[in-house]
Structures are given as C-alpha cells and as structure tokens.
C-alpha cells in the first residue's frame, strides 16, 4: 500500500533566509490591521454596541433588501439604523439605538423592536423573525470589558505558561506570534466590516489556543535539536526544527481546514463570522509560528549556549524538582 | 510505554464504553426517535439559539434596597418607642441621605431608646447591620452598613429567584432555567417560549401589595401639587382604573403587607361580571386586617399595588374572616397574573429587563441540520485524509475520533452542559485538532524509521518524543478554553465546555487508545516493517 506524503521526507527549505522581509511584511500587516480598526471601527453587533436588535431571514428572496430597509427603519424616528447583512445574503440583522430612557422601561425596547418587524412585513411577508434582542447599555459594556480582560488574561497566562516551560524568550516569541494572530483577525473584521459580535471574541481565543499549538510544537523541536546540536549555527537550526515538523504542520492545519470548510460552506449562516475568523486565524497562526516565533529567538540572542546547563541553572533545576516532589 | 496489562486494558476500555454509552439518549433524540422512559436519559439540552426561546436577564436595584429596609427600620422604630413603657416619644423623623434620624422629645430617654433598638440592628446572620449614633445627646441616627446592605441584597435576591422560579412554574413551561447571576442579576431562559410578554409581565411584577389607610385630612389642592401632609404620602392611581390619572393621599405607616397570604385566586364577580382577585390572608395576616378594619369602619382604605392605587373602599363593617376582595379593572389575563404573582410572594426588590433576546424556532432547527451535515462532510474528510496518509495508523486514528465525539456528546450530557450554536463549531474545531496527536505521533514515528529505529522502538520513541509537545499545546489549549468560560452563560459559555472537555477527551482517546491499538497489534502480528 502506497501511503500519501504531503511533504517530502527530509525537505530542506531554508525559511529563514527571508526572515527579515517576512516580518517586516508581518509587521506592515500588524500596523495596518490596527489603522483598520483605528479608522474603519468594528462593527460591534447589540452584544457589545447595545440596543435593540432584530434578525430576519428573507425566505423568498436570495439578497435581503438592505438599502431600502435602512430607508424605511431611518424613517421610524429612532436615529441611524444599522442594517446588515448576517450570515447568509438572505439574512440581515437591524439594530436600532435605544432612547436613554428605555432602558428603565423595557417594554419601550420591546416595543421598538415590534414596530421595526412591523415595517419590515409590511412590505415583505416572507420575512421571518430568527431573533429579537434588547442588551442594555449597561450590560453591553460590561460584555465590552469582559471581552478585553479575557483576550489579555489568555495572551498573558499561556505566555507565562511557554515561559515557565521553555525560556522566557519563548514566551516573549509566543506572546508577538499571538499579539499577530489577533491584530490579524481584528484587522479583517475592520476592513469586511463583518458583524462582531461575542461570538467572535470566541474564536480569537479558540485562535489563541490553537495558533500556539503550532509555536509549541516547533519550540519543543527547536529545544530538542538546541541539546542535540550544540555546533549548529542558530538560523540553520531554526530551519531544520521548521523543516522537521514541516509534514505534522501541514498535516495538522489541513485537517483543521478541511473540517471546518463545510462548516463555511454549508453550515449555519449564523456561524459564517465566527467560522471565518477561526479559518484565517488558523493560516496566520501557522505562519506566525514560523515567520514570528521563529526569528524573535535570533534576535532575542538565543543560542546554542543558551540553555547548557550553568551551576547555577542546575540549582534552580534541583529546586524545582524538591519544590515538585 | 507499549505494554498493557490486561486490568489496563479492561479499564480503559470500560471508560471509553461507559462515558460513549451515555451519549446514546442524545443521539436518538437528535435521530427523531424515542428513548425508552424506562432507561436512564442524560441529555444534552440544547441552548436557546438551537432549541429557539426566551433568555432574559433581570437585574436588581441596591437603592431599592436601601430604601425598603430603611422603611422597615422606620416602622420598627415608631413601634419600638410607641410600646416602651412609658412611652418614649419622638419627633422630627427623616429618611433623609439613606439615614433614619429622629429627635427624642425627653433626652433623659436615650439610653432605654438604645436599649431598645440595638437587639433590632443585628440580623440572623453576625453581621452588624447599622450603626446607631447619637447627635448633640438627644438626636439618635441610624444608618446602614455596607455589610448589612449587601447582606440583605443577597437575602433579596436569593427569594426573589425563588420568587421568579415559582411564578414561572405556574406558567407550566418545560425546563425553564433561573438562576442568580452575580450579586444582583437573575437569569431565566425558557426554551421553546416565542412570545416573552406574558413571561416578562408575570416576572417584572413586584406584586407588593398593600392595604394603607386614605388620609382624609389632605386637601385635594395639596395632593395635586404633589404636597403630601406629615405622616402620608401621595399615590397615583394605577392606568386603567377609574380614578387614573389623579392621585390620593395614604398614611405612610400603620397599613398591612401583602406577604401574609395563603392563596390568591383570580375569579369572576358574580354580580356585575368583573375580573377580580380573592385573596386569603393566614392567621397573623387575618388579625392584622381584622384589626385594621375593625378600626376604621367608615373611613376609606387604599388597595395599592407597586405603589399604584387600584382602588380605595369604603370599610363597610370589620372584615374578620381573613379573605378579601381586589378589583382594579382587570382584564381576565391580568386578574390571573395578579393571582400568580400574589401567590408565588411578592418579589423583595423590583427587578428590571436589562438583556432580552428571543430566537426563533426555525432558525434552531435549521442550524443543527446545517451543522450536522457540515460536521459529518468535515468528518469524512478528516478520516479519508487520515487513512490515505498514515494507512494502518489513520485507521487508529479515525476509530480515536469516533470514540472522542462520542465521549464528548456522553460527557456532556452527563454533566447537564448545553450544546449552543458556537457548539457546534466546537465540535468541528475538536474533530479537526483532535487529530492533531495522531500526526504528531505518526510523523514522529516515520521520522524514527528513517533514521533506521527498529519497528517497536520508532513506535516507543515516537509515543514518547511527541507526548511533551501534546500535553504543552493541550495546556495552553485548556487555558484559553478557561479564558473563554468568564463569559458567565450562554452560547460562548457552551463553546468553552465543548473545546474544554474535547481537550481531555481528545488526548485520552487520541494517544491513550490509540496507544493501546497499536500495541495490540505489535504484540499480535510482531511485523519487521511498518507502513507509516
């Protein structure tokens, strides 16, 4: 039986020669996704914008009427609406701000939310009512800061975890692979102005975990091949430690990309933003584990020597090992 | 590394059966069909954004809190001193900035005044409640601790979820979900439910009714300028009612509370055909209204409910029977509300709608199709890519998987955890990475064989080098899962617990077991090459 090899046995490309224009490339890209965000704004869904917010599936049409919807809601005295488009062309979701006093009276919003379904039908009776949320200001805000205080306690704590297990150059390595990774990911909601809900914030952090995964498993190689090469020029190690876990990463991200494709393709609309997300978060964390964590180790003045053991490293070893028993 | 005594094997193999086996009931949900009652039947439940429902978020007010003990301090007060013998008299009563301050008409009286009301500031609990201090040897004032208010705070909310958790039984609704959230927050979810107005009108009613005394006294010009006469306050009548729109005044203290009932019923009136509420005091309740009707025949009472006046009888004769009457103008709706909400207790602390969201059936149904056909095209994919790459060893892999979303679905229901929409991409990304230790492992194990290992030490080795990087990326991976979990419910929250427990499962079934295969098979067939 013939197995399929993806990748070559013993490839030998030297992904370090372009290191620097790599991650000046990566670098462009990390500024340019925050200009996005700085300039464009993300469009914050009712989670984290607050108000009322109707979604309506057009049963009968392919594209929801979306410019004549905005008319028609603008006209019912309740500022600016936001309509999009949500998950599928058919979809959109209308969020309307609510008056500062309707936060006391709820039904205000209840009521808000029912004159806008009532406009909308009035002139389509194919549109079907998919949801109808009201999130207060309040709470908005404090799904805003919960949304923030994870991000940085998960960047922070798997950052320390690298640390304490490798060196903390590594950690300082995974912590710009992943400050990348997320830029990146916010970068792209800017710019498509995709709805951004909690549901995004989810997959940055399921990004988070699983674009570390790539960093750890070349790191541990890299680790390996420190102890075993002591000769070995820095840069060629680097690539043999890439060149080596080559097969697995290419294997690893096809099988996560392949699973989550007819996710995208087929599956629920509502899950288009978070399933995209995670999908472009899945390219560029692979390649942040090469191009980000990488290099940072050269710069960061890792060598060979860096890890032999020193008397005093010993120490700490032998501390350690107490400390566990 | 590859060898398995026979206990090892039995158990883990009986874990692997015993956490799939209770995902059966799930699956034959899902599948249309019934599981049989007799069987026991973890389920999954399905999140309101699958299943379709009402979510609301309610949310408690700390100063109606402070007012409301406050006033009962007042009212223990007034009693405290109006019972002492003799009588210790007091003026110049205010409410003013959160405090209870009142002058002592004698300032000989301050110690049996203090004597009096300390016992009163401790609660149940060892926390000290208020602070009593003296002004100028005569003035005493009382304010409240920051101790007491939280601690009342969390009595409040602690019945008032009961409150609301009664009040929706009453509505009849399948698997409603109420529970506190935070220190002032409840959530209530109900599946299934379209339209939440009936639910939001039942649980966003106080329902604190009163019975207070009209103050006669009060001149009609006073009480539309909103002047009320010391010792009354002003009360609108409620909309609807005959009199809405003007207002009365009522004696402040002295009046009966609602929470004395034993039943509330909404009936018809025989007479004139109006919608009406009976209620049934207990015995405390009983006299209390015996006495306060006995009292004042002749003179008009006010019915006010969450401070609105339904209306204000005349006390014909003493009502000694211990039931009575309430119109307001109901609709039969309202009456029945009214009825429930007075049964299941009137709610300690107004609570208000902070977040509401409403998802429809259809869209629930669809996305579970939807998900399920991506996760089975995902799947298939997955397994072909696997056995076409590592043959022998994809097949481990792929059964690995099988036994991974099974035990995801079992242990899931075992906990009682809900599967959300974002679950469903949960389960993709796991079926996905969870793989992820087989590629790891087999690339470490063709690795070895190139470099000339023999059969079982490129296995051993392999097993053994790639095990650090797995448990380090799983590691990191249950961080960010955890990182995920602050979000306190919903559909982000049923995403954490899918990527969670797919981590722990997706490690025991994807190196343990597939550890096991292989030794079973090197033990077996004893090969010199391997195909990897």
Do not use: C
């Not at chain 1, 979701?93 to 406009?119: H, M, N, Q, W």
């Not at chain 2, 405090?99 to 926390?127: C, Y």
């Amino acid at each position: 039986m013939k197995l399929l090899k993806l990748v070559p046995d013993n490839t030998n490309i030297q992904f370090l020669k372009l290191r620097v224009p790599f991650f000046l490339l990566s670098l462009v890209l990390i500024l340019g996704s925050w200009i996005a965000v700085g300039v464009n704004g993300l469009a914050f869904g009712v989670d984290f914008a607050g108000g009322q917010e109707v979604r309506m599936t057009f049963t009968q049409q392919t594209v929801a009427p979306i410019p004549s919807l905005r008319e028609k809601i603008a006209g019912l005295g309740y500022g600016e609406p936001v309509v999009q488009e949500f998950g599928a062309p058919n979809q959109v979701s209308i969020r309307v701000k609510l008056p500062d006093d309707a936060a006391a009276a709820p039904d205000a919003a209840k009521a808000i939310g029912e004159r806008v379904i009532a406009t909308v039908r009035a002139d389509h009776v194919d549109a079907r009512v998919d949801g109808n949320d009201t999130v207060s200001g309040k709470v908005a805000g404090e799904f805003r800061n919960q949304a923030i205080l994870a991000l940085l306690a998960a960047m922070a704590a798997v950052s320390v975890y690298i640390w304490v297990r490798f060196e903390w150059q590594f950690g300082v390595g995974a912590m710009f692979a992943l400050v990348h990774d997320v830029s990146i990911t916010l970068g792209l909601f800017a710019l498509t102005q995709w709805e951004f809900s909690l549901q995004i914030v989810a997959a940055i952090l399921a990004i988070i975990g699983y674009s570390l995964n790539d960093t750890i498993v070349v790191y541990d190689r890299i680790r390996e091949n420190l102890k075993k090469f002591r000769k070995m020029e820095m840069g060629a190690l680097l690539d043999l430690s890439v060149n080596e876990t080559l097969a697995r990463t290419v294997m690893t991200s096809l099988t996560l990309f392949i699973a989550l494709i007819p996710l995208l393709l087929f599956g629920p609309p509502s899950l288009f933003g978070m399933v995209a997300a995670i999908t472009v978060g899945l390219f560029v964390g692979t390649y942040s584990s090469v191009y980000m964590a990488g290099p940072l180790l050269i710069w960061m003045g890792v060598t060979t020597n860096s890890f032999v053991p020193t008397e005093t490293a010993l120490d700490k070893q032998e501390k350690l090992a107490k400390g566990q028993g | 590394m590859l060898d398995f005594p026979l206990w090892k094997k039995l158990s883990l193999w009986a874990i692997t059966l015993a956490a799939s086996l209770l995902a059966l009931p799930s699956l034959v949900n899902v599948a249309g069909l019934d599981w049989p009652e007799a069987l026991p039947s973890p389920q999954v439940n399905l999140g309101l954004d699958l299943a379709g429902g009402s979510h609301l978020l309610l949310e408690a007010k700390a100063t109606d809190v402070r007012a409301q003990r406050l006033e009962n301090m007042e009212e223990t007060v007034r009693q405290l001193m109006r019972n002492a013998s003799p009588r210790i008299r007091i003026g110049d009563v205010s409410t003013a900035g959160g405090e209870l301050s009142f002058i002592l008409e004698n300032a000989a009286d301050i110690d049996r005044a203090r004597g009096l009301i300390e016992p009163t500031m401790q609660g149940a609990t060892t926390v000290r409640e208020w602070e009593l201090r003296v002004v100028d040897g005569q003035r005493i004032v009382l304010s409240q601790t920051e101790a007491g208010v939280n601690q009342a705070i969390d009595d409040a909310m602690d019945s008032a979820t009961e409150v609301v958790r009664r009040r929706i039984d009453e509505l009849g609704t399948r698997e409603p979900t109420i529970i506190r959230q935070g220190e002032t927050r409840i959530v209530v979810q109900v599946p299934g439910l379209q339209d939440p107005e009936a639910l939001k009108a039942l649980v966003g009613q106080t329902a604190q009714l009163e019975f207070k005394l009209v103050d006669l006294d009060a001149l009609p010009t006073n009480i539309q300028a909103g002047i009320a006469p010391p010792g009354s306050e002003i009360v609108p009548y409620a909309p609807g009612t005959p009199g809405a729109g003007s207002a009365i005044a009522v004696k402040r203290l002295g009046g009966i509370r609602g929470e004395n009932l034993t039943g509330a019923q909404a009936e018809r009136d025989p007479q004139n055909g109006q919608s009406v509420v009976t209620i049934a005091f207990d015995a405390q309740g009983g006299a209390k209204f015996a006495k306060l009707t006995t009292e004042n025949v002749g003179r008009p009472f006010a019915i006010i409910l969450d401070g609105q006046v339904l209306s204000a009888p005349n006390i014909n004769e003493p009502i000694l029977g211990g039931r009575a009457q309430i119109a307001g103008s109901f609709t039969p709706e309202s009456s029945n509300n009214l009825a429930i909400a007075l049964r299941s207790g009137a709610l300690p602390v107004p609570l208000a709608v902070v977040e509401e969201r409403t998802v429809g059936p259809d869209l629930g149904a669809d996305s579970i199709r939807k998900g399920l056909i991506a996760m089975g095209i995902g799947s298939l994919a997955v397994i072909a890519l696997m056995i076409a790459t590592y043959g022998r060893f994809g097949i481990y892999a792929t059964v690995a998987l099988v036994f991974n979303v099974l035990m995801l679905l079992g242990l899931m229901a075992l906990g009682g955890f809900t599967l959300s929409l974002p679950g469903i991409a949960g389960f993709v990304i796991t079926i996905g990475a969870a793989v992820d230790a087989n590629v790891l492992i087999n690339e470490r194990i063709r690795e070895e064989r190139a470099r000339g290992r023999r059969v079982i030490a490129a296995v051993e080795t392999g097993y053994k080098e790639a095990s650090r990087a797995i448990f380090d990326a799983n590691l990191t991976n249950l961080i960010s899962a955890l990182a995920l979990g602050m979000f306190g419910s919903g559909p982000v929250r049923g995403f954490a617990v899918v990527l969670f427990i797919g981590i722990i499962t997706s490690v025991f079934t994807g190196v343990t077991l597939t550890r096991m295969f292989v030794a079973g098979w090197l033990r077996k067939a004893r090969p010199n090459d391997i195909t990897i």
